[in-house]
């Protein structure tokens, strides 16, 4: 007598609550980095989870949400902003971490995600644009800082000045796909000195 075929292995069960919550929310990361938005499906995120597609639908009406969660919930987190003592020192910790946190799967993710006809669905624009101006925000001190020790002229837009810091690493990793690194940033960080101190980078 020949032995029944055994059943497709099955991924190991997450259980319930957070638990659930955050494997869901992980593995919709991966499928964006993966298949990117206009692929993803919740039956690829919930085989990567482990977990029923029903589970995914009780918890997300749909996977706009299900991925505006995972992309909100990742970058949410506070970043520690640098105090080196002089500004030069600042915009290079904040321009390598740009780096280190948009070359992760999770903010490949978000690229792909920014990028797509994601950006028309309200609530993931929404986000997107809330995780920018939540960057510029918190590392406007810096700017400010440099200003009042001299280090940078008077009336120089910290908007601007991070945005001039942010372009040439966002450049790199949305149209020319160049290598993106610390050697990047440091790069970044004297174009952004220089046309700060040609006054360059003036409040509107």
Same mark, same amino acid.
């Given at each position: 007598?020949?032995?029944?075929?055994?059943?497709?292995?099955?991924?190991?069960?997450?259980?319930?609550?957070?638990?659930?919550?955050?494997?869901?929310?992980?593995?919709?990361?991966?499928?964006?980095?993966?298949?990117?938005?206009?692929?993803?499906?919740?039956?690829?995120?919930?085989?990567?989870?482990?977990?029923?597609?029903?589970?995914?639908?009780?918890?997300?009406?749909?996977?706009?949400?299900?991925?505006?969660?995972?992309?909100?919930?990742?970058?949410? *987190?506070?970043? !520690?902003?640098? @105090? +080196?003592? %002089?500004?030069?020192?600042?915009?290079?910790? =904040? #321009?390598? $971490?740009?780096?280190?946190?948009?070359?992760?799967?999770?903010?490949?993710?978000?690229?792909?995600?920014?990028?797509?006809?994601?950006?028309?669905?309200?609530?993931?624009?929404?986000?997107?644009?809330?995780?920018?101006?939540?960057?510029?925000?918190?590392?406007?001190?810096?700017?400010?800082?440099?200003?009042?020790?001299?280090?940078?002229?008077?009336?120089?837009?910290?908007?601007?000045?991070?945005?001039?810091?942010?372009?040439?690493?966002?450049?790199?990793?949305?149209? *020319?796909?160049? !290598?993106?690194? @610390? +050697?990047? %940033?440091?790069?970044?960080?004297?174009?952004? =000195? #220089?046309? $700060?101190?040609?006054?360059?980078?003036?409040?509107?």
């Amino acid at each position: 007598m020949e032995s029944a075929e055994p059943s497709p292995k099955r991924p190991p069960a997450v259980g319930r609550g957070e638990k659930m919550r955050a494997a869901v929310l992980a593995a919709t990361l991966a499928e964006l980095t993966q298949t990117g938005y206009a692929a993803l499906t919740v039956d690829g995120v919930a085989r990567r989870a482990g977990v029923h597609k029903t589970t995914i639908y009780r918890n997300w009406s749909d996977s706009d949400r299900l991925v505006a969660d995972a992309l909100a919930g990742h970058f949410a *987190t506070d970043i !520690p902003i640098p @105090d +080196t003592g %002089a500004v030069e020192g600042d915009l290079r910790e =904040l #321009a390598r $971490a740009l780096v280190a946190t948009m070359t992760t799967p999770a903010g490949r993710a978000l690229l792909t995600t920014v990028l797509s006809d994601a950006v028309r669905v309200p609530r993931l624009a929404e986000i997107k644009n809330a995780l920018f101006d939540d960057r510029f925000r918190r590392a406007e001190p810096v700017v400010t800082r440099a200003v009042e020790r001299g280090e940078l002229p008077a009336g120089t837009d910290p908007a601007e000045l991070l945005r001039t810091l942010a372009a040439p690493i966002y450049f790199r990793l949305v149209f *020319t796909g160049d !290598p993106v690194d @610390d +050697t990047t %940033a440091d790069r970044a960080v004297r174009v952004t =000195l #220089a046309a $700060a101190h040609a006054h360059a980078l003036p409040a509107a």
